[in-house]
């Protein structure tokens, strides 16, 4: 995301990075400023965008006690791009809001490639008039957005996203794993699916991967098996029974177990065809 908004002439002010060395090649790349201050980058920029693994990371970088994004933060906007429960989102606006910050959920389902291009699809959520303030910038990043609502609704909308294919992912893989084990063609295979209503989008992007055993990472199992632990609670919470997401978890909590954690999530065919597996 900063490569392509430095080449779209946006000034990419300051990086930071838990991996120092990956922020200070970033930042001498794109003429920016590497810091492992929280503070400082909420110093030297007014817009800043931010990513995460978890509710954790997040509640840290935007502690309300101690140094923070939220030290000195009066009028800056904050870009929270990171796949994380709704109640956190709400949580962080409230934190910003205090110190006069706004905050502006910034969804992506989409992956590294994308971002690069400038091709991610982006579900907004927070304060309208945010967003038009920096709809600008998500211009340049994003083919297509979606404003959903008020804060929380589009981390919710995300959850969604991302269940619904974590379970066609592994849905895939099952298909493809019986198929090879009964001994068919998988490329004739899979142009029956793409050609009939086993088709998904999934398949364009996971089924040669899983053939191949290709799992370059773009999208971790470890990350699929959070992101359908936040539908679960969100289904949880709405009385809604989830088995499907459910099972999909477990076998993405399966592949951590046996070591298989970092692997891209098209990795679960591991799993399901023969004479594969991990420790």
Same mark, same amino acid.
């Given at each position: 995301?900063?490569?392509?908004?430095?080449d779209?002439?946006?000034?990419?002010?300051?990086?930071?990075?838990?991996?120092?060395k990956?922020?200070?090649?970033?930042?001498?790349?794109?003429?920016?400023?590497?810091?492992?201050?929280?503070?400082?980058?909420?110093?030297?920029?007014?817009?800043?965008?931010?990513?995460?693994?978890?509710?954790?990371?997040?509640?840290?970088?935007?502690?309300?006690?101690?140094?923070?994004?939220?030290?000195?933060?009066?009028?800056?906007?904050?870009?929270?791009?990171?796949?994380?429960?709704?109640?956190?989102?709400?949580?962080?606006?409230? *934190?910003?809001?205090?110190?006069?910050?706004?905050?502006?959920?910034?969804?992506?389902?989409?992956?590294?490639?994308?971002?690069?291009?400038?091709?991610?699809?982006?579900?907004?959520?927070?304060?309208?008039?945010?967003?038009?303030?920096? *709809?600008?910038?998500?211009?340049?990043?994003?083919?297509?957005?979606?404003?959903?609502?008020?804060?929380?609704?589009?981390?919710k909308?995300?959850?969604?996203?991302?269940m619904?294919?974590?379970?066609?992912?592994?849905?895939?893989?099952?298909?493809?794993?019986?198929?090879d084990?009964?001994?068919?063609?998988l490329?004739?295979?899979?142009?029956?699916?793409?050609?009939?209503?086993?088709?998904?989008r999934?398949?364009v992007?996971?089924?040669?991967?899983?053939?191949?055993?290709?799992?370059?990472?773009?999208?971790?199992?470890?990350?699929?098996?959070?992101?359908?632990?936040?539908?679960?609670?969100?289904?949880?919470?709405?009385?809604?029974?989830?088995?499907?997401?459910a099972?999909?978890?477990?076998?993405?909590?399966?592949?951590?177990?046996?070591?298989?954690?970092?692997?891209?999530?098209?990795?679960v065919?591991?799993?399901?065809?023969?004479? *594969?597996?991990?420790?």
């Open positions: 995301m900063a490569r392509r908004l430095n779209e002439g946006v000034n990419v002010s300051v990086v930071y990075d838990i991996q120092k990956v922020a200070n090649a970033l930042a001498k790349e794109v003429g920016a400023t590497a810091t492992a201050s929280l503070a400082k980058v909420t110093e030297l920029a007014d817009v800043i965008i931010t990513v995460v693994t978890d509710d954790k990371a997040m509640d840290a970088i935007f502690a309300d006690k101690g140094t923070s994004l939220l030290t000195g933060a009066e009028g800056k906007i904050f870009i929270n791009c990171a796949t994380i429960s709704p109640a956190t989102h709400v949580k962080v606006e409230k *934190r910003a809001k205090k110190v006069g910050a706004s905050t502006l959920e910034g969804c992506m389902a989409s992956s590294i490639p994308q971002a690069r291009q400038g091709t991610l699809y982006l579900m907004l959520g927070g304060d309208e008039a945010v967003f038009k303030a920096v *709809r600008p910038i998500l211009r340049k990043l994003a083919k297509k957005m979606m404003y959903v609502g008020a804060t929380g609704e589009a981390a909308v995300k959850a969604l996203v991302n619904v294919m974590n379970i066609n992912t592994a849905g895939l893989a099952e298909g493809l794993g019986l198929a084990a009964l001994g068919l063609d490329d004739m295979v899979m142009k029956v699916f793409s050609e009939t209503g086993a088709n998904s999934v398949l992007t996971d089924g040669e991967d899983m053939r191949d055993r290709d799992h370059e990472c773009y999208f971790s199992a470890a990350h699929a098996a959070k992101d359908s632990g936040i539908a679960l609670k969100l289904g949880k919470k709405a009385g809604i029974a989830l088995p499907l997401a099972a999909t978890k477990a076998q993405y909590d399966l592949m951590q177990k046996k070591g298989l954690g970092e692997l891209d999530k098209s990795g065919a591991e799993l399901t065809f023969q004479g *594969r597996g991990g420790k």
